[in-house]
Structure formats: C-alpha cells, structure tokens
C-alpha cells in the first residue's frame, strides 16, 4: 500500500481501502497480450506499477518508481533482464535488486533489493498479482474459479476498463434482476418472469444470490466468491443459436485501478470438451462474441453514470439483498484491514520512541 496512507487516521484508512480494493488478495492486473516488448505503466488499487516480460518469458509487476529519484520505470529501457531508468541509467531486475550505477559503479545502491516487487502469475490469459498490506508481504496460495483451472471448462476472456468504481460493478454483476430489463432485448435475457423474489444462501467463501423458483431461464442466480482472490460466477442459458452445451458462464473479477475507475475482467466459459468445445470456439468467435459485447455495452452505458450517493438516497427492495450483503462484507474487512494495519503502525511508532528515548541516556552495562 502506498505510503501516502501513513498519515490517514482508521477511518479514512478504511475509507481508502474499500474504495481502492481490499488489500491480501490477488488482483487482475491486465490481459497478457497488452504485455509487449517494452514496460508498461497501469495504475492498480490506486497504486502505479510498471509491468514487463523479460526475455525468458517472465513477467514482473513492480511500483512504477526507480529507486534512484522515482522517475517512472515504464519509461525504462528494456535491456532483456532488467530495466535501465532513462533519466540516470540505473538499472534493476525482476527481482527489485539494483544491478547496476552506471554513474557512480561500487555505490551503495547496487546489489540493494530497492524496488517494490509484487508477486505474480498467468492464468487464462491474464497477468495477476498479490496486493499485501505491510502485514501480508507473503502472498497466499492464488485459489481462483475453478471454471479458470479445470480441463472440463473452456473460457474466453474478455476486458474492458469502466469509468466506474469496482463495487458498481460487482453489484452489477450480483444483481440477477437487472438482466430482465436492461437486457431484455438482448440474445439470452429476454425470457422468463420479469418479477421475482429472491434467496440468500450462504457458502464457505461467500454467498450464492437465486431467484425463488426460477433456474436456467434468464440470468437467475450468481455467486460471489472471496478466496484469495475476489469473483463472482454466473450462468445465462444460450438461445439454440449458441449451439451445443448447455449454459454459458461468467466469472467476472473486478480490479479497482483507482476510486473512479474498473478494470473488468470477464471470462466467458462453457463446460465443454471435444467437438462441441471446437463449435462453441467457432461459434463464439463468428456470431456469439458480437453479441457478448453489445449486452456489456449496455451495462457500461448505465454503470459509468452512475454515482456514490449519500446515504438515504437508494431505496432497497428484495432484488437488494446480493447487493447489500456484499457492501457490507466490503466494508467490515476493509474497517479490520484498517484497524489492523493502525494497531501495528502505532507500536511500531511506539517502539521507536522507546528506543530513541532509551538511546541519549543509556550507557554501556557495568
Ligand atoms: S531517477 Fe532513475 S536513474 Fe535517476
Ligand atoms: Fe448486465
């Protein structure tokens, strides 16, 4: 976390954390293939990294500041193993360690581990990486959907950046009812009850959020998932155009890029294998994938106009419950993270005035 958010009081530090993404989880950071030659700037959880593939085929996340006088290293030169900063030529690996001033060789800053370095891996075509507190350096074991692990899936990704907080768009996405009216005219969401009452169920990782007596008709069910990694799983049945193999799935899996701002990623899966797996690809490809867009441009069109608004303002009803229940899970661990994070920042403040009140005084023993 930045160290800007030293100086914010347990409020706010919770404030800042449930509007930029709770911390000790793996985040999305973008799609492999926007990884080209060079590094690449992005901003994540509020926090600005650079992002680069080294010649073996590594890709590393670091903050987007050289260690020498913070000019930004997605600006660096990409010299295979490392990044050479253009404003002074330092130079630093994967690892975060300076390898090299060229200015002053045999500094003290070569071979210093400087440069914060987020842990990271590949799945499904997109790049992850762990976002620890100063408590969680270590990341935990990345436990994603297993609709993203298992042979028995097939899944596309598709990403988009939204000029939307995160949690509008997790509540879009844990919000089943919405599918009967702004997607009433689209490919899959135009059948079934356009009225509904709703059911909670809890899980050990979340909840599963289902239409009273409805299933498999419309977008009648979805389920938030908070492991090590935050996502919700969907399924909307396919018209007989979408060929053979049942339901489609969404895993949908929100990276806040700042308060204001989303960056969204959507695998579309199927559970599907030998032929029908290669007509589903065809299919998507050449007719679906058109269609898979022009639904997400509608949630776009309404999710980027929408606005925080104070409290008393939203009126819930029973489709509401998805909603509520995740702004409040939101909101607790943000307030424990925060809470946490003060406790350990005061005594370490703590133990430093100790020992610097100890210090003047002390004299060597005997
Ligand atoms: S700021 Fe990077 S080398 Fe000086
Ligand atoms: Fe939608």
Redesign the pocket.
Known sequence: MSTTTLELDVTDLARHIQSTGLRNRWYGICPTELIGDGPIGVVRLGERLVVWRDRDGQYHVQEDY?P????PLSIAKHLGDRLA??????EVDGSGTVVSVPGMPGCALEGRQALKTYPSIVLRDALFAWFGDELHPEPAPFVPSTRLTSEEYDAFLCYVEYGTPYQFMIENNLDPMHGSYLHADSHSMSEGDRAATFSVRGTDNGFVFEKDGQRDTNFDWSEWIDTSMQYIELEIPYPATGGPGGNFGIVSHMTPIDEYTTACFFWRNRKVSGWQRDVWRFLYKNRLEARHWAVLEQDREVAEVMQPVPPGVEHFYQHDLGVTRVRKLLRKEAEQQAGELTDARSARHQARQETAKVAPGSSPAG
């Open positions: 050289c020498h006088r913070a000019a900063c253009r404003y002074h030529g330092v």
